[in-house]
Each structure stands twice: as C-alpha cells, then as structure tokens.
C-alpha cells in the first residue's frame, strides 16, 4: 500500500478491496507460515489512517469509509474462522472447507486460489490453537481442537 498523507489518498492494491476481500493464501512452500495473521496485522495498522482517505483498490471503484470496509473485512474472515472450527469437528481436507468459506460452488479456474484461501484459513486456526494438522498417506487432515 502507498500513502499521502497531504492528499488523503490510499493506494491499497489488493489489500483493501470495496466489495470482497482479498485472496490470502498459503502455499504449500511455506507450510509454516500464517498469511491470514499477517493480513488480520496489515489491516489493525491501516486503521491507524484517516477514515476519511480516498481508497484506491487494485479492483473496483475508488471509496471512502476506510474504517469500515477494514472492519467487514476482519469481521467476516473472524465468522468464517468461527465456522470453519465447528466443521473441523470431523477430519477435513482444505478442499472440503470451501463450502464454509465460499458460498459459491469452486470451478476449476479458481482451484488454486481456493486451494490457497483454505489453507491460509485452517493454518490460522492451527496458530490459534483451534485446530490441528494430522498427514496420512501424504494428505493433510485438519480437525477442531
């Protein structure tokens, strides 16, 4: 993200979107890694900004209300955690979450990226301490706590 401060105007990429959140996901390179922490982190420091600034996305049309468009944003990957927790009470793939992360059905044009999205999701709750990682036969199992 870029800022100017004298102008007001934030350039947010994709890191602040107007109408859906942004593709954070996690690659299997970099299995420990928790780019759904970082994301909940980058934001908590965008709301250090104005409200008031002029938002430039990397899709969609420029807006205002900075602090709100953060806040939907956290609160909705927040209720889809919740969500996802009380799935994993059974053993589940990633692949098998995207129903409670998505609501929409996945093609395979966008495997990857939902691939992605879900495991930066359980990975998170993995940090959280809300979930645990279990490989059988090479395939990742992820349930509740």
């Not at 870029?2 to 934030?10: F, I, Q, R, S």
């Not at 409200?51 to 990397?58: C, E, H, K, S």
């Not at 969500?83 to 992360?101: S, T, W, Y």
């Not at 940090?127 to 990682?133: H, I, L, P, S, W």
Request: overall charge negative.
């Amino acid at each position: 993200c870029l800022y100017d401060p004298v102008g007001k105007v934030l350039i947010s990429g994709d890191q602040v979107l107007p109408r859906i959140s942004p593709n954070v996901s996690l690659g299997v390179t970099e299995p420990a890694a928790d780019p759904l922490g970082e994301w909940f982190d980058s934001i908590a420091r965008l709301k250090a900004l104005p409200d008031d600034v002029l938002v430039l996305p990397g899709h969609g049309d420029p807006f205002t209300g900075l602090h709100a468009r953060l806040d939907a944003m956290d609160r909705e990957h927040r209720e889809r955690l919740d969500e996802l927790e009380v799935f994993l009470a059974e053993p589940r793939r990633a692949i098998d979450c995207f129903g409670r992360l998505f609501r929409r059905a996945i093609g395979p044009d966008m495997l990857g990226m939902a691939t992605g999205e879900a495991l930066a999701h359980v990975r998170r709750l993995e940090v959280e301490g809300r979930a645990v990682k279990t490989i059988e036969d090479g395939v990742w199992w992820y349930r509740a706590v």
